[in-house]
C-alpha cells in the first residue's frame, strides 16, 4: 500500500511538472517551428497573438507575413535550441537561444533567437520573434583589422588628443569589410568628399562593418540621409575575434 501510494505521488507530480508555463512555452515553440518548417502559413497564424511583431537582426520592424512565405526551405536545414525561459510577468514571457544551418555560408550560418511570449485567453501565443547573426571569426578578412586607420583629415587636433580613433581615414576600406568579409567596396557604395554613402539608383545589397570588434567605447559619428530612408549605423550586433 506505501509502495502504491509513492506511485500515485510521484505520477501527480510528474503531471504537474508537464502542465508548467515553461514546458507550455517550448512545445509552442517547438509547433511553431514544425510549421514553419512545412512552410503552412495559416497554421503559423495560430500560433501567433494579435499586434505580434517581427524584427530583422538590427530591430527592423518586418512582416510575419514575408518572413513565413520564405521560410520553409531555410528552416528545413536549420536547427534550433531554446536555451531557458524567462517569466516576465504571470502572462508573458520571453524565450531565449540559437540556431545553426549547416547549409549556409558564414556569417549567415549561425545566430542568436529571442521569441516574446503572451497568454493569451489562457494559451500561450507569440508576441515577438527576433533573431540575430553571430558572425564567425573565420568570415573577418586575414590580417585586415590590423591595418591602422589614420586619423588625418577625420579627426581634429583636439579629438586625438582627447584619446579618440578614427574608424574611416575619409579615402579608403581600411579597417572595415562586406558582412562576408570581403575588403573591395560593394558597388552601391561609394566613397566622396570623405563620406561612405550608398550609389543613388542601387539596391544595398551588402552592409559594411569594422574589421574589428570593440566591447567597452563611446561612438561619436555624422549621418545623412533622405526623407523616409530606412537606414542607419548599427552596433553591438557581432562577436568577433580578431
Known amino acids: 500500500m506505501p509502495a502504491r501510494f509513492l506511485a500515485l505521488l510521484l505520477l ?9 508555463p515553461d514546458v507550455e512555452i517550448r512545445q509552442l515553440l517547438q509547433d511553431f517551428i514544425a510549421v514553419l518548417r512545412r512552410g503552412d502559413r495559416e497554421a503559423v497564424n495560430r500560433y501567433l497573438a494579435p499586434g505580434r511583431m517581427r524584427y530583422s537582426p538590427g530591430g527592423t520592424t518586418l512582416s510575419f507575413t514575408m518572413w513565413t512565405s520564405a521560410a520553409s526551405g531555410r528552416f528545413r536545414r536549420t536547427s534550433h535550441l531554446v536555451r531557458h ?12 537561444g540559437i540556431w545553426r544551418n549547416a547549409a549556409a555560408k558564414p556569417p549567415f550560418d549561425a545566430g542568436t533567437l529571442d ?3 503572451v497568454l493569451v485567453d ?14 564567425s571569426p573565420d568570415a573577418a578578412a586575414p590580417g585586415v583589422a590590423a591595418q591602422a586607420v589614420e586619423g588625418d583629415g577625420v579627426l581634429t587636433a583636439e ?12 579615402k579608403s576600406m581600411t579597417g572595415w569589410v562586406t558582412m562576408t568579409g570581403r575588403t573591395e567596396l560593394p558597388d552601391c557604395w561609394r566613397m566622396e568628399d570623405g563620406t561612405i554613402g550608398t550609389v543613388a539608383g542601387r539596391q544595398v545589397n551588402t552592409a559594411l562593418r569594422t574589421a ?15 526623407e523616409k530612408a530606412n537606414s542607419g549605423v548599427k552596433y553591438r550586433l557581432y562577436a568577433v575575434e580578431t
Do not use: P
Open 12 to 20: 501527480a507530480g510528474a503531471h504537474a511538472f508537464a502542465q508548467t
Open 122 to 135: 489562457g494559451v500561450w501565443k507569440i508576441s515577438s520573434a527576433h533573431e540575430a547573426y553571430l558572425i
Open 212 to 226: 574589428r570588434s570593440y566591447t567597452n567605447f563611446e561612438m561619436s559619428f555624422e549621418w545623412k540621409t533622405a
Open 159 to 170: 579629438e586625438r588628443a582627447a584619446g579618440w580613433q578614427a574608424l574611416f581615414d575619409g
Open 115 to 117: 521569441i516574446g511570449v
Open 85 to 96: 525561459v524567462h517569466r516576465l510577468t504571470d502572462d508573458s514571457a520571453v524565450a531565449v
